[in-house]
């Protein structure tokens, strides 16, 4: 049994009779919650193909050979929910805009380049920046914008609001 695994999290066993060796993407079975980790059967067994490693990996198992790996092993790469699958790329396409700010507080801001030690002087430098971010925001919402030839772009039904209620307000 050689069980691998790349960066991404994806589970692979190698069918070691073939020469050259071949890779085969385990079948995700599920995650345990009692057990805290995500189960992976043999891909011959659960697709039904025949494999010339099936004696060797599997023996008299019926199910076939089965993995189970702790999430706290390595959480990032081994989630409750695989990356590979649909109901993650679903879940993740939610994120988009939440990773856009994730990335421009880590990137820009260097929130993840290790000069903010401790847990307290984090979380106020996070806070601070989320707080400079949404004042640029906010002046970025009440900005006049240019009206000439270069777009179609206009206001927002929510800027076209505050736009009003601030020209209401110094009226």
């Known amino acids: 049994m050689h069980l691998v695994h790349d960066e991404a999290g994806t589970v692979y066993c190698y069918d070691t009779v073939s020469d050259p060796p071949v890779r085969h993407r385990m079948a995700y079975l599920g995650y345990e919650h009692d057990r805290a980790c995500v189960k992976y059967r043999c891909p011959a067994r659960h697709e039904g193909w025949d494999c010339p490693s099936e004696e060797k990996c599997n023996g008299p198992r019926a199910a076939g050979l089965s993995a189970r790996i702790p999430c706290e092993l390595d959480l990032r790469r081994f989630p ?4 590979a699958t649909k109901q993650f790329e679903r879940l993740y396409k939610g994120r988009t805009a939440v990773e856009r700010v994730n990335v ?8 993840d380049d290790g000069n903010v030690t401790g847990a307290r002087r984090f ?3 996070v806070g601070a920046v989320l707080v400079v971010q949404l004042a640029f925001a906010t002046l970025l919402a009440q900005a006049p914008r240019w009206e000439g030839t270069l777009g179609t772009t206009r206001l927002g039904p929510i800027a076209e609001a505050l736009r009003e209620a601030r020209t209401a307000e110094a009226a």
């Open 80 to 83: 409750p929910i695989p990356r």
């Open 104 to 111: 421009r507080l880590k990137i820009f801001w260097g929130a």
């Open 123 to 125: 979380h106020g430098f």
